[in-house]
């Protein structure tokens, strides 16, 4: 391109002027998702291909698998292959029992062991992130707030170098486990325990795997999903209500257009996780259209 002669120049500056003087702020632009189930929500005894199959047929555009699973990389590899369905990630399905936070160091070591081939299982399943649970509040002696933060910490720490080597991504999710919140608390609790607890890590390889519902009855979703910020990685979905418990997604107390504001307004874009009761063709069709309603209507 030619360079601007004098005047073309100064045509240009009075317009960055002009920009400057009267600056024009664009409304957030609606999140870009891609829907997901994950596996064990897909009923019947099917093979896995012909499962991620149905899933295609109905909209969804990945799957989300468990690890240790009963399934090897190689099945997996061609069931994705044969769908055309990718597996965007793995869930640590022992981080509950094998906890990070335990008291225990034998088994804070399986539980790490755990991690580690989470890891290894996302990365040979086709995927890029390990849904985590680092710990759980059980008393005040053993396994206190404090007690999870640093023994977690430490846990996911040593596995770090693997996650990069591998380029999967340890995600923290929030649930109901009494970490970074009251679990007795009120209902207008903040993110912001949460959100120092990814930071202390320091590493682009740990961030937020935000479940929607998990936090209905402690604090606004749309208020977590602005302080958490561009630190959520990907999203679990499911509603909660006072009187509903954990129900259909639409059916609880969620603020689902706020929600979808506050996902605009920080820019988040990519997988969006269904974590509900599942079954056959009819039921997952109905959550597929309930996640469309929800999050991008």
């Given amino acids: ?48 291909a012909d499962k991620l199959k149905l899933l295609a047929e109905l909209g969804f555009d990945g799957v989300e698998l468990d690890s240790p699973a009963e399934y090897d990389a190689a099945t997996v590899r061609a069931a994705v292959e044969a769908s055309g369905l990718p597996v965007h990630g793995v869930v640590d399905s022992v981080h509950w029992q094998e906890r990070l936070s335990s008291p225990d160091a034998e088994v804070r070591k399986r539980g790490t062991d755990a991690l580690a081939g989470a890891i290894r299982d996302a990365r040979a399943f086709g995927g890029f992130s390990v849904l985590l649970v680092p710990g759980r509040v059980t008393d005040e002696k053993q396994e206190n707030q404090e007690q999870v933060w640093e023994r977690s910490r430490a846990c996911v720490e040593s596995v770090l170098p693997l996650a990069a080597e591998l380029g999967v991504r340890i995600l923290i999710e929030n649930v109901w486990n009494g970490f970074c919140y009251v679990h007795e608390g009120p209902s207008d609790q903040r993110a912001d325990q949460l959100a120092a607890y990814i930071d202390a890590f320091g590493s682009p390889w740990v961030g937020s795997y935000f479940d929607i519902g998990n936090h209905q009855k402690y604090g606004r979703p749309a208020e977590w999903i602005r302080t958490l910020g561009r630190r959520i990685v990907k999203l679990d979905v499911k509603d909660w209500g006072k009187d509903a418990g954990f129900c259909k997604i639409g059916d609880g107390d969620v603020d689902w257009p706020d929600v979808q504001k506050a996902l605009g307004e920080v820019g988040f874009t990519g997988w969006a996780t269904a974590e509900v009761e599942g079954g056959g063709r009819k039921e997952l069709l109905d959550i597929r259209q309930r996640m469309e309603k929800v999050l991008r209507a």
Wanted: hydrophobic residues 55%; proline residues 12%.
């Fill in 1 to 48: 391109m030619a360079p601007l002669d004098r005047r073309g120049f100064l045509a240009a500056g009075g317009a960055l002027a002009l920009g400057a003087a009267l600056p024009r702020r664009a409304a957030p632009a609606p999140p870009r998702l891609l829907f997901a189930v994950k596996y064990g929500m897909v009923a019947g005894d099917a093979p896995m």
